[in-house]
């Protein structure tokens, strides 16, 4: 009997399913050694696009939240620049009637926490020369005294003057002066229990006694939304002839307007040498230089700013823009800002 007929596996035919046979012809094209290139660029594309849309996901997402956590100072600050400062800020009534700038200028630094050591030289941050002669304890009556002026004064508004000028402390001069006030209750944190005394604030970055006045009639207007009509500055006696004659004087405010009350201790030994301290290094050189911008008293300027503080006011108080940057090249008093000023009428 003759052996049946064996097909070679060449010549047989193989029947499958369709959808199947499509299936690996489809993979044979991707899969084979010349187009493997196709699987890959299909690859490389699908993770390259889900990379872009995440990258871009997370991009949208920071500039929402960078928008939530600096945005607002960074656009009140570009309205303020383009448009009236009071669409910013939302006054109460009780500013309507305020025209009395009560200024507390600073002179260093309370550190402390317990208000029955307020006048120990340990609690606070001082300069060598200010040690050892009492001078916490007058600094505490300059701060009683402000205090006891805006409490009988209820158009008054108490501003504590004083920016961030010793690198030893993140707090500023003014700051630590309405804290001490506070923590010692001369001022009322509160009216009731649920309302807070309004009529104190801080001004946060005078370096000078120039700036303490100029400063804090911009601070003011930033609070009220108006400029004072009437100044009392509670300091030392010795600086009353500098803020009159001179600093009063450069910024043109009206005479009779402004009242200065000393106070300077009971050590007369100490001040003595103070008031000599004084003339040499505060009085003449602003009679030189009104506006505090050359040599020596910019240079102390830069000195008490350690932390590179730059004032607002330019935005907040624009009709005082020009004055605020209003340096003559000579210190002659013929030179004194003649621009328009709130309160020459």
């Known amino acids: 009997m003759l052996p049946s007929p064996i097909l070679s596996r060449r010549n047989r035919t193989v029947y499958s399913h369709p959808r199947r046979s499509a299936l690996r012809n489809l993979l044979g094209v991707l899969l084979t050694r010349s187009r493997v290139t196709n699987l890959g660029l299909v690859f490389l594309s699908s993770v390259t696009a889900t990379s872009l849309l995440l990258n871009l996901f997370h ?24 448009n009236d400062d009071s669409q910013n800020v939302i006054r109460e009534s009780w500013t309507e ?28 941050i001082l300069e060598p020369f200010q040690k050892g002669v009492g001078k916490t304890r007058v600094f505490w009556e300059h701060i009683v005294a402000g205090t006891e002026l805006a409490l009988e004064d209820e158009r008054s508004l108490l501003v504590f003057s004083g920016g961030q000028t010793r690198p030893g402390s993140t707090y500023t001069e003014a700051q630590s002066y309405f804290r001490l006030a506070l923590a ?41 939304g108006r400029y004072p009509t009437w100044i009392t500055i509670v300091g030392y006696a010795m600086k009353k002839r500098r803020f009159e004659e001179l600093h009063g004087r450069a910024i043109r405010w009206p005479e009779g307007k402004l009242e ?19 003339f040499t290094n505060a009085y003449l050189p602003y009679k030189k230089d009104a506006y505090g911008c050359h040599s020596i008293l910019a240079s102390k300027r830069i000195a008490r700013n350690p ?34 000023l709130p309160w020459d009428h």
């Open 59 to 82: 991009y949208l997402d920071n500039t929402a939240a960078s928008a939530n956590s600096l945005g607002t100072d960074t656009l009140a600050y570009q309205l303020s620049d383009e």
């Open 307 to 340: 932390f590179f503080r730059f004032h607002p006011y330019w935005a907040s108080a624009k009709e005082l823009r020009e004055l605020l940057e209003w340096c003559p090249d000579d210190s002659g008093w013929d030179l004194v800002y003649r621009g328009r």
């Open 184 to 224: 010692t209750k001369v001022l009322p944190s509160a009216y009731s229990s649920t309302r807070l005394f309004r009529r104190a604030t801080t001004e946060d970055y005078a370096l000078d006694s120039y700036q303490n006045l100029i400063f804090s009639i911009a601070r003011f207007h930033e609070v009220t």
């Open 97 to 124: 009637s305020m025209d009395h700038l009560i200024i507390v200028p600073g002179h260093a630094i309370w550190k402390g926490v317990d208000p029955e050591k307020r006048t120990q030289d340990s609690e606070w």
């Open 260 to 278: 200065y009350i000393g106070i300077d201790g009971d050590q007369k030994h100490v001040m003595d040498e103070a008031k000599k301290g004084e």
